[in-house]
């Protein structure tokens, strides 16, 4: 169950295919999104104070997580990273934008000291199974003055947001191919099965795309 602690309200947003695919391969990119969805995603970008990612997104990636097909202030970045495996050189770590990286309190000193060099702040955080406890990062994000959060994955930390029901929105872009890959959601149900569902659910079609939106409701059977 998740915290009642003060924290960002939180979106999930990610592209998937009709099978619910991120990727054809672990950890390496697939381009679902048409250029209309692409343009939605950054207009949403640019309605919330920070957006996150995991290291793997990161690392196969190498995303910008800014504003660049619409106007709008960039949202700050917010990495999880448990082993600072982040690159000096990412392309997320502008100082200006003043990144932060929540990372596991038994992390590399010097790695935590060569990515504040180049501007990143970070953050130790406890670690529950294994992986960032997730209410204690949002605890920060809120210390922060971070009202607004948009998650965008990859699929560890879809999972790991829904599962500790730290999620208030959901936004998909849905595109129209099969691909059989790396899944978005998995070992989402506990027992008994209780089922996260959208409530008041919409869809809009943008170019070959479908989003779907609707804010989350907890134990929808």
Do not use: K
């Amino acid at each position: 169950m998740a915290s009642s602690a003060p924290r960002p309200f939180v979106t999930l947003t990610y592209a998937q295919s009709l099978d619910g695919s991120l990727a054809a391969q672990p950890g390496v990119p697939l381009a679902l999104s048409g250029p209309e969805s692409r343009r939605f995603t950054h207009q949403l970008r640019a309605r919330h104070d920070a957006i996150l990612v995991g290291i793997e997104t990161v690392l196969a990636d190498d995303p910008q997580l800014n504003v660049r097909l619409v106007a709008g202030a960039d949202p700050r970045p917010v990495l999880l990273d448990s082993h600072l495996r982040c690159p000096t050189r990412a392309r997320c770590l502008a100082a200006a934008r003043h990144p932060i990286i929540a990372t596991s309190e038994a992390a590399a000193l010097d790695r935590q000291r060569e990515l504040e060099a180049v501007g990143a702040m970070i953050v130790r955080l406890p670690s529950r199974a294994g992986q960032i406890d997730l209410i204690a990062l949002l605890a920060q994000l809120d210390a922060q003055g971070i009202q607004t959060l948009m998650v965008e994955g990859g699929a560890r930390v879809i999972t790991s947001f829904l599962q500790a029901r730290l999620v208030d929105r959901v936004t998909l872009t849905l595109t129209p191919i099969l691909v059989g890959g790396v899944r978005a959601i998995t070992n989402l149900v506990s027992a008994p099965p209780q089922f996260p569902r959208l409530r008041q659910a919409t869809i809009e079609t943008l170019g070959p795309d479908w989003i779907v939106s609707g804010e989350i409701e907890w134990d929808a059977l």
